[in-house]
């Protein structure tokens, strides 16, 4: 069984919670203290308010924690808001959540709630066709350093990245029934267990 973390602090954490549940050998779990981040081989950060979660994140004492973690190699994935903290630059706001991420993001980039909405895209690169994806307030990319992979565009944005263990998507597949991208994120982290466990034996 491999423990994967969803950061429980705010958000659509159930729905994280509930598809990586529908995969093999995961055991999806809440994390909320220290001691949780440590049971984890990966985690999500969901959907949700970023300024919430990044306030949380503060209060709870977990930021620098996750930090020292990703850049020991533990894979995370944002969605959404998840995407915004993770960020170094968020082009319409004066701060920074994490600041782990190569890429510069348009925070409430689609418009108002009003403006959400859903469509289809095929990601031919990962053997992904027909994935729904669900738009709410959603970010976008508008830059990408060096070593991040463009994973997938809308209408010329970008609104998928890959950067080494980091995922961030603009949209939630944890509001679909769609496990692709759950699916993706955990051979991520298969990947780096074998490679630490490798290492450990060289
Ligand atoms: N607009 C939100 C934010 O920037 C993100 C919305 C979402 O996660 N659905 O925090």
């Known amino acids: 069984m491999i423990n994967i973390g969803v950061l429980g602090l705010q958000g659509s954490v159930d729905e994280h919670i509930k598809s990586l549940g529908l995969i093999d050998n995961v055991q999806p779990l809440r994390v909320k203290t220290i001691h949780d981040l440590e049971l984890v081989a ?10 919430t ?3 949380l994140l503060r209060d709870f004492k977990l930021a620098d924690p996750i930090i020292k973690r990703v850049k020991e190699g533990m894979p995370l994935w ?3 808001a998840g995407m915004v903290l993770m960020a170094k630059t968020i082009i319409n706001e ?3 959540h994490l600041g782990i991420m190569d890429i510069s993001v348009r925070r409430n980039a689609y418009g108002s709630q009003l403006e959400s909405f859903t469509c289809s895209l095929d990601i031919p690169q990962l053997s992904i066709k027909d994935f729904p994806l669900v738009f709410i307030r959603a970010p976008w990319i508008e830059k990408v350093g060096k070593d991040v992979e463009v994973l997938a565009t809308i209408n010329n944005r970008i609104v998928a990245v890959k950067q080494r263990n980091l995922l961030a998507t603009s949209f939630h597949p944890e509001l679909t029934t769609n496990i692709a991208f759950h699916k993706l994120f955990i051979k991520l982290v298969e990947n780096h267990i074998r490679s630490t466990t490798n290492l450990s034996l060289a």
């Open 42 to 51: 990966g985690l999500i950060i969901p959907g949700g308010e970023s300024t």
């Open 94 to 96: 004066d701060y920074v």
């Open 53 to 55: 979660i990044g306030k």
């Open 78 to 80: 944002g969605t959404c």
